[in-house]
């Protein structure tokens, strides 16, 4: 069982920054890839970014690319979403996911667990 912790959401204007957090808790963080996805009302999950266990392989959605970027600490068991140059429809709930498997997946459906999600809103 892994349980995980999102936070770091709020309230920032368009073209400021965010960075998001998801402590694990569980089993071995190290041994699974982690994931970020967003969910805009009426809207469906989409993928942001994930990260392969160790960190070398990571993988971004292009609607993100170039200002938004995953990292994590396998010591600390957390997970990061650095966003900059926010804009308004990067508005959504935020969902950290964990994948036992170590390389990096986009479809929600290849996640074992979620957490419950963080509010990020964007102000034109």
């Known amino acids: 069982q892994v349980q995980l912790v999102e936070s770091g959401g709020g309230l920032v204007q368009a073209g400021g920054s965010l960075r998001l957090s998801c402590a694990a808790s569980?089993?071995?963080?190290?041994?699974?890839?982690m994931g970020w996805f967003r969910q805009a009302p009426g809207k469906e999950r989409e993928f942001v970014a994930a990260?392969?266990?160790?960190?070398?392989?990571?993988y971004y959605a292009d609607s993100v690319k170039g200002r938004f970027t995953i990292s994590r600490d396998n010591a600390k068991n957390t997970v990061y979403l650095q966003m900059n140059s926010l804009k308004p429809e990067d508005t959504a709930v935020y969902y950290c996911a964990a994948r036992f498997r170590l390389s990096v997946a986009s479809e929600p459906r290849e996640y074992d667990y979620w957490g419950q999600g963080t509010q990020v809103t964007v102000s034109s």
């Open positions: 990260i392969s266990w160790s960190g070398g392989n990571t």
């Open positions: 569980g089993r071995t963080f190290g041994s699974y890839a």
